[in-house]
């Protein structure tokens, strides 16, 4: 028995509001693992939040030989106390740990010694073989496999990770989680029940808040278009799916693979509604009347900055005239458009965060995210960030940017009322009212004041 888990969020921290996903990585892990021939059980405790009592009687109950936690940086502090609990019940089970922090600093994770094992990378090749190993108490070669990073005499083994053929990946198990309990409904979409799905992995860019080439490769690997068709076609039968949001964040990064996709999502006649992410700087006209021809509604764009000083600094590699023909040529292929903002990154002025509200304002986005930056461990970013120690240090890995301008409480009161200027103001509430309909409009009234009280960080 393998039992698969996410941690309870941290208490009282502001990143953790949002929607309730489930989650996609872990429900690949688990499919890999039911694929090789084991017995898996799944508790998503960031959404379920039982206690640690909770999760000892459970982890009592099912004996496992091996638990599996997803750790982010944030979660860091709620892994290892999961893991320690767990241990004083089960000090026979094998504690694995992987996921995003796993992946930057898997030392960090190795000095608790209720931690057995830290997968880096793409996890569903190497879980495999690690439980492999583990079932057969073969702990010599549980230390060998690709990706994992263990204890030894000589200190801490790191195995470089190695990337799959995304077409060998199984379905996500979604059947092992309780998805009646997330929200299936996604912004922009009339069609219900809506769930995610992902068709890529790996990032050729190289922008400095960003580190997700340690968790998927610095090489952009797809689905194949049929693949993920096949997923979609899944997801309708089993699940009643009727709208789908693209989880990742380069959804059109090979377009001939986008047009192929929504040349078959077209024939199929199943008449979704979908919403993906992507960059300006992918896109063009072709693509998009395909991708509104195939029942794409909205695309979310990562702007971060109304400063082209900003968006230099932090790589981007992207202009203000590239954001504003990517906007023109989604409202005349007739898709919405909703950006996010980041403000407090490193170089930003006060004057650099008004330059990236007024952007916004003339962007005019069907929806618009505006999030304090954190930075994300051992990125560019927060590298610089260390090295001139501007920061506010707000637990074991995260910082955010400070200056003589502002720190972490004032971006906090900048950006909740950035959120309420914008969404709140004449234009932009007539639109609304003109798209969704007066009843439509009051329920999100509702959402709005309830975002700006609890409005998340990046």
Request: hydrophobic share 40%; proline share 4%; with cysteine.
């Amino acid at each position: 028995m393998i039992l698969l888990m996410t941690t309870a969020p941290p208490s009282n921290a502001p990143w953790f509001h949002g929607k309730r996903l489930p989650p996609l990585g872990l429900m690949y892990i688990a499919a890999s693992l039911e694929q090789a021939g084991h017995e898996v059980q799944m508790l998503d405790n960031y959404l379920m939040q039982q206690s640690i009592e909770e999760v000892q009687r459970l982890v009592l109950n099912l004996q496992p030989a091996i638990v599996g936690i997803t750790c982010g940086s944030a979660t860091y502090k709620k892994c290892v106390e999961t893991a320690r609990a767990i241990k004083q019940v089960v000090p026979g089970c094998k504690v694995v740990v992987g996921g995003w922090h796993a992946s930057y600093m898997p030392e960090s994770l190795l000095e608790t010694l209720e931690i057995d094992y830290a997968i880096m990378g793409e996890g569903e090749r190497a879980i495999v073989e690690l439980a492999s190993f583990i079932v057969k108490e073969d702990y010599l070669g549980a230390s060998t496999v690709a990706g994992v990073a263990s204890r030894s005499s000589a200190g801490v083994i790191k195995n470089e990770p190695k990337f799959m053929n995304m077409d060998e990946l199984p379905f996500p198990a979604r059947h092992l989680l309780p998805l009646e309990k997330y929200d299936r409904n996604i912004e922009f979409l009339k069609a219900k029940p809506a769930d995610i799905m992902s068709i890529s992995r790996g990032c050729t860019f190289s922008c400095g808040f960003c580190e997700t080439t340690k968790l998927w490769g610095n090489i952009n690997r797809q689905f194949s278009p049929q693949r993920v068709m096949a997923e979609v076609n899944h997801l309708v039968e089993t699940y009643g799916t009727r709208g789908i949001y693209f989880i990742n964040d380069n959804f059109t990064m090979r377009k001939n693979q986008t047009v192929d996709f929504c040349d078959l999502l077209i024939k199929s006649n199943l008449d979704l509604e979908w919403v993906c992410d992507t960059r300006v700087d992918l896109v063009n006209q072709e693509v998009l009347n395909k991708m509104a021809s195939a029942g794409c509604k909205t695309i979310w764009f990562g702007i971060e900055s109304g400063s082209q000083k900003v968006l230099n600094h932090i790589n981007r590699h992207i202009t203000l005239e590239q954001i504003e023909a990517a906007y023109k040529m989604c409202r005349k292929a007739g898709i919405k458009v909703a950006c996010s903002f980041m403000l407090g990154m490193p170089s930003e002025t006060r004057a650099d965060l008004m330059t990236s509200y007024r952007f916004a304002d003339k962007l005019n986005s069907d929806w618009c995210q505006f999030n304090v930056f954190i930075a994300y461990p051992d990125s560019p970013l927060w590298r610089e960030m260390l090295k001139t120690g501007q920061y506010t240090q707000l637990d074991d890995f995260l910082y955010s940017y400070k200056t003589e301008e502002f720190d972490y409480d004032e971006l906090m009161r900048i950006q909740k009322q950035f959120f309420k200027n914008y969404h709140r103001a004449p234009k932009r509430i007539l639109q609304r009212i003109q798209r969704e309909g007066v009843l439509n409009f009051a329920k999100r009234q509702l959402r709005l004041t309830s975002s700006s009280d609890n409005a998340g960080m990046a």
